[in-house]
């Protein structure tokens, strides 16, 4: 059984996700950038710091990570001798949202090792980290993820391999193209009704039982309506994301007519001062005038 765990990354969702997994009975080592944040989470939960990430890899049975984009996955992994402190047979478990070409690298220099890869990227957002409700989308051998499984339900409610190396991601951009829309046309309800002198409250009481009830209209509508915008999932990560799919989307075919007119007005948000605001701030610019 595996006790012995490394997790490099903990911004606002690898450090609840770290300390899930400490709670949960093993034994954590943890890296991050900023040596100050992992001196925090070992105050909070216990567990190790180290200095460098080969030095957390060194001798784990897992090594989990969730960075920023693909150039920290190349720089932090592939640069900085993890795999090469992994024994063989050893997991390694990337929560990052990157590309479904990284998640291939990735996977073919730690086979190269011996070492079972797993490209695991996450939905949920902050909430769902610090809960430990998050969902996970994986890419990966059956035989890796049988053995994942049961440390990754120590912070998830959803865990579900869907294909081979590379199809956790494609998954996440399944999933981030169906939010970009989703909170888009809500920006856009919400506005209308604000625009039509409508109760807000009480026209979502009514609509969120039918056919345009989701999870961002339940969670998100008041604070929208309020022009709150500090919760979950920042703008300039969902660009970051969105430009991930709209790359795999010119490789592959796809069309994506939706997903990059909402980036272009995430692009707007930002220019709005709104790059830290969270997702829902598309209303901020249809509200814009309201400051004009």
Excluded at 54 to 62: C, I, L, S
Excluded at 128 to 148: D, I, R, W
Excluded at 161 to 172: I, M
Aim: glycine share 10%; net charge negative; with cysteine.
């Amino acid at each position: 059984m595996i006790k012995n765990v490394t997790f490099l990354g903990l911004g606002v969702m690898g450090f609840p996700m770290a300390g899930w997994l400490q709670r949960a009975g093993l034994e954590v080592t943890v890296f991050n950038r900023t040596a100050e944040k992992a001196e925090r989470w070992c105050e909070e939960y216990g567990g190790t710091k180290a200095e460098t990430p080969a030095d957390a890899a060194n001798g784990a049975e897992a090594v989990f990570s969730c960075l920023g984009d693909d150039p920290d996955l190349r720089e932090v992994i592939l640069e900085q001798g993890v795999f090469e402190r992994m024994a063989s047979g050893a997991l390694f478990i990337d929560h990052t949202t990157a590309s479904a070409d990284m998640a291939r690298e990735i996977e073919k220099a730690g086979s190269e090792k011996g070492i079972q890869c797993l490209d695991a990227p996450v939905s949920g957002g902050q909430a769902g980290a610090e809960g430990g409700q998050l969902t996970v989308m994986v890419g990966g051998e059956n035989s890796a993820f049988e053995s994942a499984e049961p440390l990754i339900r120590s912070y998830a409610k959803t865990v579900r391999l869907v294909g081979p190396a590379g199809c956790g991601q494609l998954t996440k951009m399944v999933n981030q193209i169906a939010i970009a829309g989703l909170v888009q046309g809500l920006a856009e309800a919400l506005n209308f009704a604000l625009q039509a002198k409508l109760d807000p409250e009480a026209v979502v009481d009514v609509i969120c039982g039918g056919a345009a009830q989701s999870w961002q209209m339940d969670n998100r509508w008041k604070t929208m309506v309020n022009d709150e915008f500090d919760f979950g999932f920042a703008v300039e990560w969902m660009r970051k994301d969105l430009r991930i799919c709209l790359d795999e989307a010119r490789r592959n075919g796809a069309e994506l007519p939706v997903a990059a007119l909402v980036d272009q007005f995430y692009a707007d948000v930002v220019r709005m001062g709104g790059n830290r605001w969270d997702t829902s701030s598309l209303i901020a610019r249809l509200n814009r005038h309201k400051s004009e």
